[in-house]
């Protein structure tokens, strides 16, 4: 009886310091009671006590908490939707031969949901919101447009909210309803030349253009809104000197494009718009430039500084990526979030900064002379 007692005694003491060594190892590999037990993913560092081999844990150790992936340099900062171009709708009633943003579609989000993509937008980090087409105010006469601008501005506190406009369908009206919460409205003019805007097809039937360029440069300085210029230059006004309507209208900013082609919307079996016959050349660009170099509010843009430094969203909330020479589109912000589409927009942030787009975008700091 004794003898079995012995043995059972023996058995016991020798789990029980199985037991205990097994806690022992158990502590001295993971380190149980430590706090600084992170683990690092760089390869041959670490934090703590256990080392990734090739991203990965060595064979046998299991981490008591799962490790951080930090992201490379590459991908280390997130980009920010700093200024956002939407166009909400690609009607017109202009027929510009060079659209590169065409009516494919006549889609318009409902106001509710364009608010609600706008605010994901602004919680982003978004500072600056455009909107373009089409042309915006072709939409329920201006009224989508007015209401998007004030809920930008008066809502969400957005720093700069500008339109960019063809000028035809701009009314008084429209400016004493919203002309408050408007920072800038843009105008794109190719010439000062009647018959050239006509074969442009920057004009609607008789209706002049540059009497309604006018217009809206009194109607801005009237409501103190900060007045813009845009002239794409193409193979009909290259040659144009713009110098002293230029002055005279004396724009805040006079933003200058080189005509770009973009597969699907202005070149292409799938085009709307035939643009091929309105393209220059680098050359001819940069002798436009030379002969407005004397134009202080003038803000050159080629096609190599202009194509993938815009964050462009289309009339589903989508961002596009223009990278390849055409759009492709990522998710709807509205489906998917902010951040998730903005990888597919092909955002060159480093070219939106070169290129100027971050400037003193608030009529507030303007100081204009009204």
């Known amino acids: 009886m004794m003898e079995v007692f012995a043995a059972t005694a023996c058995l016991l003491c020798a789990a029980l310091f ?33 080392k990734l081999q090739n991203g990965e844990l060595p064979a046998g150790k299991l981490p008591t908490r799962m490790p951080t992936v930090m992201p490379s340099d590459e991908y280390a900062e997130k980009v920010v939707p700093l200024s956002v171009n939407y166009h909400f709708t690609r009607k017109c009633n202009y027929k510009c031969g060079f ?6 579609t006549s889609f318009v989000l409902p106001l509710d949901d364009a608010k609600r993509g706008l605010e994901l937008l602004k919680n982003a980090g978004m500072k600056k919101i455009n909107f373009s087409g089409g042309e915006p105010f072709i939409v329920k006469r201006g009224a989508f447009v007015g209401e998007l601008v004030k809920f930008c501005k008066q809502t969400l506190g957005v720093e700069s909210v500008s339109i960019v406009s063809n000028g035809s369908l701009v009314s008084e009206r429209w400016f004493e ?13 190719d010439s000062f030349d009647a018959d050239i805007n006509e074969k442009i097809g920057r004009q609607q039937g008789q209706k002049s253009h540059l009497i309604s360029l006018r217009s809206v440069r009194r109607l801005c300085a009237d409501y103190k809104v900060a007045f ?34 973009i597969d699907g919307e202005n070149t292409g079996p799938d085009a709307l718009r035939r ?6 050349t680098n050359a001819e660009f940069d002798e436009f430039l030379r002969r407005h170099k004397g134009v202080e509010c003038l803000v050159p843009e080629s096609n190599e500084k202009m194509q993938n430094s815009y964050l462009i969203l289309d009339e589903y909330m ?53």
């Open 99 to 104: 659209c590169f943003h065409t009516a494919k």
């Open 228 to 261: 813009k210029l845009n002239t794409v230059v193409n193979t009909h006004n290259k040659d144009e000197n713009m110098v002293e309507e230029i002055m005279h209208l004396n724009p805040c900013r006079w933003k200058v494009f080189q005509c770009l082609l």
């Open 275 to 280: 643009a091929e016959s309105f393209v220059i």
């Open 18 to 50: 199985a037991f205990l060594l097994a806690i022992n190892r158990f502590r001295l590999y993971y380190k149980l009671k430590e706090p600084n037990n992170n683990l690092c993913a760089t390869e041959n560092t670490c934090c703590g006590e256990i």
């Open 177 to 189: 309803k919203y002309g408050e919460f408007l920072d800038i409205l843009a105008v794109s003019c």
């Open 318 to 370: 989508r961002f596009l990526d223009c990278t390849k020479g055409a759009k492709e589109h990522s998710r709807s912000v509205l489906d998917v979030g902010v951040e998730n589409a903005l990888n597919f927009s092909g955002f060159d942030e480093k070219m939106f900064f070169k290129r100027g787009g971050k400037y003193v975008w608030s009529k507030a700091d303007m100081q204009l002379d009204w």
